[in-house]
């Protein structure tokens, strides 16, 4: 099983960053996935999730109305376009993907705003 997230970096305030999650090894399908962040001394949040077919999304109060998640399951990718980022918005991003008897987690991808 993989999770392999990508498409972090360093953006200005304001910017914009699109995430990818691919998953390996398991019915990409059938997993709800979610994107969570973490920063050092706080525990894990969840930023955005969306149900194993699409057509169900749930986000923190936080970003909505600023990223938006969405999955092709045909490429067994999800992925979380992020706009207007803010400097609080720092943190390393992790996809999860979940079923009630399996979670799998990536291994994470560093979001820094800063100017």
């Known amino acids: 099983v993989q999770l392999v997230e990508s498409g972090g970096g360093l953006v200005q305030p304001g910017g914009s960053l699109r995430l990818s999650c691919a998953a390996a090894?398991?019915?990409?399908?059938?997993?709800?996935m979610t994107w969570y962040r973490q920063t050092p001394g706080k525990e894990r949040e969840l930023v955005a999730a969306?149900?194993?077919?699409?057509?169900?999304?749930n986000y923190a109060d936080s970003v909505k109305g600023r990223f938006t998640i969405s999955r092709d399951n045909a490429k067994n990718t999800v992925y979380l376009q992020m706009n207007s980022l803010r400097p609080e918005d720092t943190a390393v991003y992790y996809c999860?993907?979940?079923?009630?008897?399996?979670?799998?987690w990536g291994q994470g991808t560093q979001v820094t705003v800063s100017s």
């Open positions: 999860n993907a979940w079923r009630p008897e399996y979670n799998y």
């Open positions: 969306i149900a194993s077919g699409g057509g169900s999304t």
């Open positions: 090894g398991f019915t990409f399908s059938s997993y709800a």
